[in-house]
């Protein structure tokens, strides 16, 4: 169990406030020659990701699309995908991808545009909360106290994002606006009551102090990653390994696809900076396709088992894969990133790891739409392709489900990937 969150396998994105997007408590896919594929899929315009709560219990988000948007939340079928709740359509605003998460009281909070509302397993809403800002707030997460955390997103560098932390009962501020360095635009991670910030020219790292109800910035650790001017902003950060993982380039012009969207004339580049051990500011950064105009708008993936870094370059259909050896490096912690292997597939969301069986889910999309695509971590080998009826790339969340599944979203599609065995 994640302190802050339900004890589930799968209670917010990315599967806990680290994005390490790895799958624990389920079974793995295990694809092979005797396998057989099926594919349930049904509309869901905008959907962002599905979480699971209790065994069986299997929630999805979205909103609608627009510049003033509300958002969803349904609890639906675990195999037909039919909804069997809905909650009312709520409040947002300011349109960008929202989140939610199943908290440690067992009600799924959702934050979405401006707007942040508790809701009881049944979809009810319990309580609401207007944010401060006029700006869209993408995402939360859950602090080990119960605590919830959020900030507003600022692409146009216009000002500071501002933090947020709410009570989870009224939903009231529990300490003032935090003003960040600079504007951020990728989403939060955390581990325990360290919040790590991506923003547009650095990473920062916040404590909540629980006992004074306060969020100390480090002042320690900054990692300085935009220093050319071929490159843009970075992305949602993955904590794995004693290190923090992000990627560059995250400015883009998504029109239904990341292919051929980037828009910094750089190539995309996937960074390491170690998080302890007195190398402050330190950090390694290689290329993905070392093509220009890369492009992402999402994290990497680091297997801790296995020492294999995922990357990939959305805008030039590049996904690739490193190996954390012994060696020097510009991270000054005696390991460095050594390429393994790397194939041309143009994926663009989040990713999934199943570690037993280093099954790692991946989309690919073409101009006939998006596939899900099963591959081995080790070896670059593609096991499975799935069609998911989805016209429009996914650039949000994959879950796993409960026996040999895993759910696709899509801003058009909602789709279950199931592997059984050949009768």
Request: include cysteine; hydrophobic fraction near 35%.
């Amino acid at each position: 169990m994640i302190p802050g969150y339900y004890d589930s396998p799968w209670p917010c994105e990315d599967g806990g406030p680290k994005r390490q997007a790895t799958v624990r408590g389920l079974p793995s896919l295990d694809v092979s020659k005797q396998t057989v594929v099926e594919v349930n899929s049904r509309e869901a315009v905008a959907a962002t990701m599905v979480l699971l709560r209790d065994e069986g219990e299997v929630f999805l988000h979205g909103q609608t699309l627009g510049s003033s948007v509300t958002s969803w939340v349904e609890k639906i079928d675990p195999q037909t995908l039919s909804p069997t709740h809905r909650s009312p359509d709520l409040e947002a605003g300011p349109f960008w991808p929202g989140g939610v998460l199943i908290h440690q009281n067992g009600d799924i909070y959702v934050t979405c545009g401006r707007w942040c509302h508790r809701l009881d397993p049944e979809c009810h809403v319990v309580t609401s909360v207007e944010l401060p800002r006029e700006r869209p707030y993408n995402s939360l997460l859950a602090l080990p106290d119960g605590s919830l955390i959020m900030k507003d997103q600022v692409r146009d560098g216009s000002g500071p994002s501002r933090l947020v932390v709410l009570d989870p009962d009224g939903l009231e501020m529990t300490c003032g606006e935090v003003d960040c360095p600079e504007g951020v635009v990728a989403r939060l991670s955390a581990d325990g009551e360290t919040v790590y910030v991506v923003g547009t020219n650095s990473v920062f790292r916040y404590r909540w102090n629980r006992h004074a109800l306060s969020l100390e910035l480090d002042d320690l650790w900054r990692v300085e990653y935009l220093t050319r001017p071929d490159q843009s902003y970075g992305w949602d950060p993955v904590i794995a390994g004693g290190c923090l993982w992000f990627m560059d380039n995250g400015d883009h012009r998504f029109s239904g696809t990341m292919r051929g969207a980037g828009v910094a004339q750089g190539a995309v580049h996937l960074y390491r900076a170690p998080i302890e051990g007195g190398h402050e500011g330190a950090f390694e950064q290689v290329a993905v396709s070392g093509l220009p105009a890369g492009s992402i708008t999402n994290p990497p993936l680091y297997d801790e088992d296995r020492g294999i870094a995922i990357g990939f370059d959305s805008a030039n259909g590049t996904l690739a894969a490193w190996r954390l050896v012994e060696g020097e490096s510009a991270a000054r912690d005696g390991k460095k990133l050594e390429s393994s292997w790397e194939m041309s597939l143009a994926t663009a969301s989040h990713m999934l790891l199943f570690p037993g069986s280093g099954e790692l889910v991946v989309n690919d999309h073409s101009d006939s739409g998006d596939s899900a695509v099963v591959v081995d971590i080790e070896s670059g080998s593609e096991l499975m392709r799935a069609e998911t009826t989805s016209p429009i790339q996914s650039v949000v969340f994959p879950a796993p489900g409960w026996d040999r599944d895993f759910y696709y979203c899509s801003f058009a599609r909602l789709a279950r990937v199931v592997v059984g065995e050949v009768n």
